[in-house]
Structures are given as C-alpha cells and as structure tokens.
C-alpha cells in the first residue's frame, strides 16, 4: 500500500461501516488488503465483559431510553430523548448533549455513538421498502423519485438480510402494490418468524369476531389485518434457506462468546438491550472480518475531510484520537487511502461534510432530514392479553402503507407494541406509583390510594390489560428540515472543538394530515375490539402539534434519513446512484443518509442493502 495507511479508509464502526467492510475484504481478493475504520465513540461493548457493563447499566437506570446502557461520552456526544423539554419551556436555540435544536418543531429521536452504532439499541423490525416509495414523484406528484429500482436493490436485500440473520416468513409479508416480483421465487428468510405473541392473537381474533374491519381511506376501502413482522434477531434457522453458496444459515450469538445467547428468550429489552445478544448488531459483522484484514480505531473523532485541489479527490482525512472521555485532550492525525468510505450516521456525515466544505456542490448536504413521526394510542383490552413478554414488536398492519392517498397525506405503517403502556406513560412503574399515591386518570376518573390485596388485584386487572399502538407517519424530504452548523459559536461545539449539528425541524402539512387520518382509523378500531381509550395529548408534550382543531402528539422513531440523499445530477443530489460523491470520485457515503425519501419501513435493512451495493461499486472502482 506504499504511501497508504490502508486501501479504504471508513468513518463509523455501525451497520453500514460494518456491511461495507466485510462485503469489501470477502469479496475484494487482492484488491483489498486493509481496511481501517475510524469511531468517534468507544469499544467498550465489543466483547462479553464490556457488554455485560452496558447490561449493568441497563438494570440500574431508571428511564429505560435508548441510550440508556451506553456510557455517557463527552468527547463523542449525542443526544438523548430525556433532553427533549415540554412545549412551554422550549427557547430556540437549545443546546442538547449532542445536538442543538434550533425549531420550530423538536427534533425526537436520538441515536447511539459507541462501536456497534444505534444497532446496539435499534428494535430490530427489517421490513423492506415498497416498490412505489423508489418513485414518489412519478407515481404521486410528491416528493422524488430515487435514481435506483426496487428491483434493482432487491438482490442487495436478500444479501443484507443474511447479514443480519432476518427472521420471518416470506408467505406472511403481503403489502398494498408489492407486485408478483417482490419476492424472488422460492425466497426464504434465512430464520423462521419470531412467534406472533398472544396479545398479537388476541388482537386479531378481536376484529374477526366482529366480522372484520375495513375503513376508508380517501375513497380506497381498506382491510385492517395483522401480520407478522420479520426481524433482525435470531430464532431457529430455516432449513429451506440456502445462501448464494448454497450454504445453509448459521446464526450468530454473543461478541466474543458465539456459543452463548443464540436465539431470542423474550427478555422484553430490545430497545435498549438485549441481554443475550439475540438480536442483532453491527458487533457481529466487524467479528467476522479476519482480524489481520481490519484495524478499528476507537476514540478517533473525525473533523476534516481533506480534498486535494487539483484532482478534486479526497487525499486524506483529519481525526482527533482522545485518550479518555473524561478529558477533552486529543491529537490530531491523519490517514491516507485509496478510496474513503463515510458511513457515521446521517447527521454526523452531514456535519463532517458541512465542516469540510466537501461534496456539496449541489446545496444539498443537510438537508431533507427525515424520521417517522410516531403517534402512540393506548388503551385497555376488554381481557388480559400477556403484554410485557417478548419483543417490542412481533405484528403490524402493513395495509397503508402505501396507495392513492399519498398523493394528499402520508402514508403510515402500524406497529402493534408487547410492552404495555410503557412507551406513553412509564408503565407499569407509573402505574405502582399512582395507585399507591392516588391519582386522576386521563379519562377524568378519580382513584383512592391502595395497599395490599387492593393494590394487588387493581395493578393485576390494569396492568395484564394494557394495549399499545405506534401509528408510524412517513415524513417526506422538505429542504427546509435539515443540518447546518455554527463553527463561531463556542456554546454549539463539543469538547473537542468540533461543532454539534444544528437541527432546524418542522412538521408539514403532509404528516400531520396523516395524523387526522391514523387517528380516526384508531378510533374505529377501538370502537371495533371494545378498547377502552386511555389515549390523551398534551399541549406541553415535546412532540405536540395542532392540525384542523385537533392536538395530537408524535415522538421519534429514531429513524433518522436524509441530509446526503442519491439522485439523477449533481444539481439536486449528493451522491449518484452509486453511492459516489458527485463531485469527489473516490469519496463514497453510505447509510440512512443516501435514501431519497422514507416510505413507512425501518431503515436499517434499507440503509444496509444500499451499504453493499456501494461495497460492490468500490471494488470495480479498485
């Protein structure tokens, strides 16, 4: 490699930085030799005692958030949504742990910097995209088409559910225009479905003893049935799965002990932690890379994105390696290669990139920032329904998910919740507490203080009744919701000097009008099942917003997109459809931040399948 510190040289140690290096050292033969890969967080969860530090966490915090397990880290901040402050003490700008907030709506979501990235805390729900959200603008006028297919990327799919070791079953995945093609022929997951949990049946079994349930959305007549849901965690591995060696799939158990905790035991701590490492994360991959073909250095904070000025490519980049996260001491190297990967995240490559005046010919670096907006409704089922077991999520309607009507709101994918009410209110620890103090509900129904027996049958009735539902609302890419930073400014820098994003966030007519919709087709479901409706909004909530006379309230789905999407031209895009910079050859940029627009899936499965195809794209580069 000569004048090289390796061939390729990748920013970030999450999903994406870890799909690329491994597609690009099993399948690069000589062309690559070394990969080296810069984190701006720490190590300290990649093998078994670190993660069992991250689990000791888990289990003395009260707030069971999604950054919760993870070492507070000054050095490589991010934010948390223990942050977010109510409607009426917000003051724009407002400086968060790892952002700035800069309105006029919150930003909602936070994400994780550590190796491994947000799948140490991410859910696990790998839907794919719709074939119609690649071709927004041709189909409903809105938004952009992408510069690539749905069936351009479905081999990559198949290639990043392997990865992952998705969990589902093929048979049971039937979207709204997927078309006959969705599925390659004879396809499998490789890991049978996670079982469908007992509220999930009892769900169902509700809407078709009432004879079923169809409503109206904007003139097309929808069927509301529950699915199963493929996942990013392991089950038992389908025999009829073979990968494109033929071979069949074995899953993957902890970091540094794959023997243990192999497949999923229900410990109803996904989002933030699974104690066993069932689920998935981006660990897994970087353990599987030989050891002598990859160097990860952690604590290395990337700032500068070096462009040589006569060839227009990227001759090197800057970092900062801090020795602690205690102390704000640092020094600064740099590291040379071939061809530069940025895969951090979509607000951190946004920032790197702004803080570089790199790739950004086009104005378009920042923005088309995008999350979906999760309205939750919560309710009490006529019977117990066993929530608080097993995963997040094992079921959801995909029914609107896409048609006509996203030509005039957007589109929404329902998400059934395991865990009770403790997304809305903290249950069921709020709900000890109010029972024992005495308390109001949100139905206006006054309740006296409780002890013993009393206390016992009250939380035994209330709590095994609980039912959630997360209505998650597309947003699309608005050039005004985007990432800027103030490098002047020292109260909007981190520690180190580098500056935090400034996250400028609104709620457009288009999502909020999805709201009236969600929460109306909620209603009839209710009505349907007999729910009884605890749902309440409150005009101080973080996320709540007015539409038509209504208040609703949303929160983050951490599904952060945008800020560097793909396009057709240099002119409205960042990178083609390659993954490539327009205006640096051998810069690419991977991850949530490439996708054009959002649709209704998790991103990760998304993000990941277009982190390979740009692996492949480099090697033809190489």
Known sequence: MSDFDADVVIVGAGVTGAMVARTLIANGGDKVRKVLVLEAGQDTGYGVEGYRSYLDNFYKTT??????????????????????????????????????????????????????????????TTPRMLPNDFRMRSEYGVAVDWPITYHELRPYYERAEHEIGVSGDVDEQIYPNMGRDYWREGYVFPMQKIPQSYLDQNFQAGIEACGGLTVDVGGDFIDVELQSSPQGRNSIPNPRYRDVDGKPFVPVGMVGDPESGQRCEGNSACTPICPVQAKYNANKTFNAIPSDRIEIRTQCVASKVVIDSASGRVSEIEYKEYKTAASPEYELKKVRAKVFVLAAHAAENAKLLLMSDAANSSGEVGRNLMDHLCMLTWGLMPEEIGVYRGPGSTSGIPAFRDGSFRSEHASFRVELGNWGWSWPTVAPFSDVYNFVNGFTDTRGQHHEPLHGTALRETLTHHCTRQFRIAWELEQLPWADNRITIDPTNPDFTDPLGNPLPLIHYH??????????????????????????????????????????????????????????RMGFTKNDSVVNRRQQSWDHENLYLVGCGNMATLGTSNPTLTASALAIWAADNILEDL
Request: net charge negative; hydrophobic share 30%; charged share 20%.
């Open 507 to 564: 709620f457009h007519e288009y999502t909020r009008a999805a709201a009236k919709v969600s929460k109306r087709i909620n209603d009839e479901l209710f009505a349907h099942i007999g729910i009884e409706d605890y749902t309440r909004y409150n005009d101080t909530d973080p996320g709540y917003f007015e539409y038509e006379g209504a208040g609703y309230t949303v929160n983050g789905a951490g599904h952060v997109v945008g800020t560097h």
């Open 63 to 124: 707030a069971k958030v999604p950054n919760a397990p993870y070492p507070v880290n000054p050095d490589a901040p991010t934010a948390n949504v223990l942050d977010l402050k109510p409607l009426n003490e917000v003051k724009y700008p407002q400086v968060e742990a790892g952002l700035v907030q800069c309105g006029p709506h919150q930003f909602l979501s936070d994400y994780a910097k550590a190796q491994g990235g947000t799948t140490l805390h991410w859910l696990g």
